[in-house]
């Protein structure tokens, strides 16, 4: 979580809202992403797409099966439904997203029971730094 904190921190950098999402599968990082919708036009650079992108091409494979990821922030229900198209074990995340979270605020869309895979939820690891830095960044943007 600490390097996906790092990722979000050079996201805030860029402009970009500070996501960052890290992929570890057997204790190796194979995927690492941060947001970076606005310096890619792209709507989908969310930090978990482009972790996921960077780690089904180390492993030449879209399925992850076995994987975890850490995010900073709880994952949208455009990169939820990613994580169970990947088919990734585990999901770590810092801070809740109220307004838009896709696997405990507003949707339960990465363990619902109705799919075909389910992916493990973990939250609140270091949730109050995740906070701070999302808190922070829209605090000095108004």
């Known amino acids: 979580m600490t ?43 969310h930090a978990e797409i482009l972790a996921l992108r960077e780690a089904a091409a180390a492993l030449g494979n879209y399925r992850l ?40 605020s507003k949707f339960h869309l990465a363990d619902a029971a109705v799919l075909n895979h389910r992916v493990e939820i973990a939250e609140g690891v270091l949730g109050a730094e995740c906070a701070e830095l999302i808190r922070d960044f829209f605090g000095d943007k108004r």
């Open 3 to 45: 390097m996906a904190l790092e990722l979000a921190r050079e996201a805030a950098d860029a402009g970009e809202v500070p996501v960052g999402a890290v992929v570890v599968l057997a204790g190796q990082v194979i995927g690492r992403g941060r947001n970076s919708p606005i310096a890619r036009s792209d709507p989908t650079a």
């Open 65 to 104: 099966e076995g994987a975890v990821m850490y995010a900073t922030l709880e994952p949208c229900v455009m990169c939820a439904g990613a994580l169970v198209a990947a088919r990734v074990a585990r999901l770590v995340f810092g801070a809740r997203d109220l307004r838009f979270g896709g696997v405990r």
